[in-house]
Nanobody
Framework: QVQLVESGGGLVQPGGSLRLSCVAS????????MGWVRQAPGKGLEWVSA????????RYQNSVKGRFTISRDDAKNTLYLQMNSLTPEDTAVYYC????WGSGISGRGQGTQVTVSS
């Protein structure tokens, strides 16, 4: 079955950086679009970024463009999200998902908390 295990969240000051990782198993990672979604307190899930198989197509939510970078290492079955210039508005639980931008999600990790606060 699909297993996605995130790591790398934590508490960071505004302007700081974090790198999230997601190790995938139970399916052929190279065949699937992958992404990150997040859920802030009291809000619904929202797409943050997605990357297609092979990494040739990448999408970002407007609010993170220029600050976040998604990447994948197919040899390691791992998805990454480099987050720079973090703001308190980025505070959320971040989930690694299997799925294409804006489409149905066919697998989701347990989430990792990102808190941006001074």
């Amino acid at each position: 079955q699909v297993q996605l295990v995130e790591s790398g969240g934590g508490l960071v000051q505004p302007g700081g950086s974090l790198r999230l990782s997601c190790v995938a198993s139970g399916f052929i990672f190279t065949n699937y679009a992958m992404g990150w979604v997040r859920q802030a307190p009291g809000k619904g899930l929202e797409w943050v970024s997605a990357i297609n198989p092979g990494g040739g197509s990448i999408r970002y939510q407007n609010s993170v463009k220029g600050r976040f970078t998604i990447s994948r290492d197919d040899a390691k079955n791992t998805l990454y999200l480099q987050m720079n210039s973090l703001t308190p508005e980025d505070t959320a639980v971040y989930y690694c998902v299997r799925g294409a931008w804006g489409s149905g999600i066919s697998g989701r990790g347990q989430g990792t908390q990102v808190t941006v606060s001074s």
